[in-house]
C-alpha cells in the first residue's frame, strides 16, 4: 500500500522537479494532504457541529470560544493523519524508534497547536478575519516552519 501510495505522489512529481526534490515533494504533498484535511474537518466541525456557538465548561475557563474549539477537535484528528503520512511517506529514511519520532512529531504539533491558537485568536478577536480564513492563513505560515522541524528534529537522519 505505501509503495503504491509513493508511487502515485511520484508519477506528479516531474513537472515540479526544478523546483523541489522528491522528498520536499512528497513533503508536501502529505503536508498539502493534512492541511486540506484540517481545514475540511475545521469548517465542518465549526459550521455543523457547534454550528457556531461557543462551548460551555463546567470547569475553568467556564467557555472556549467556538474557533478554538474547532481547533482543539481538528487538531486531534490531523495529529494522527499527519505522523502517519510523515513517518511512512516521506521521512522513511529515520532511523529514529517509532516511539521516538512519536514523541518528537507530538511535540511539534504541541508548539504548532500554541503558535495556531495564538495566531486564530488574533485573527479572529483583534482583526475580525472570518475563522476559516484566519485558519488557512495560518496554515500556511506554520507549513513552512513545521518542514525544517520535521526533517531536522522528529524523524531526523544520522549522516
Known amino acids: 500500500m505505501r509503495k503504491a501510495v509513493i508511487r502515485f505522489i511520484d508519477f506528479f512529481y516531474p513537472p515540479f522537479s526544478r523546483w523541489f526534490t522528491v522528498h520536499t515533494f512528497r513533503y508536501i504533498v502529505s503536508g498539502g494532504t493534512t492541511a486540506a484535511s484540517g481545514i475540511v474537518v475545521y469548517y465542518i466541525v465549526y459550521n455543523f457541529i457547534l454550528k457556531q456557538q461557543h462551548v460551555l465548561l463546567p470547569f475553568p475557563p467556564g467557555m472556549i470560544t467556538a474557533p478554538v474549539a474547532a481547533l482543539i477537535i481538528e487538531s486531534f484528528i490531523t495529529f494522527i493523519i499527519g505522523f502517519v503520512l510523515n513517518k511512512y511517506l516521506v521521512f522513511t529514511q529515520s532511523e529514529l524508534k517509532g516511539r521516538i519520532q512519536l514523541f518528537r512529531y507530538g511535540t ?17 478577536e483583534t482583526f475580525h478575519f472570518y475563522p476559516t480564513i484566519a485558519k488557512i492563513i495560518t496554515t500556511i505560515i506554520l507549513a513552512f516552519f513545521s518542514y ?10 544520522k549522516k
Do not use: R
Request: hydrophobic share 65%; net charge positive; no cysteine.
Open 108 to 124: 511539534v504539533v504541541a508548539t504548532n497547536i500554541l503558535l495556531n491558537f495564538a495566531m486564530l485568536k488574533v485573527m479572529v
Open 148 to 157: 525544517f522541524i520535521q526533517k531536522h528534529f522528529s524523524f531526523k537522519v
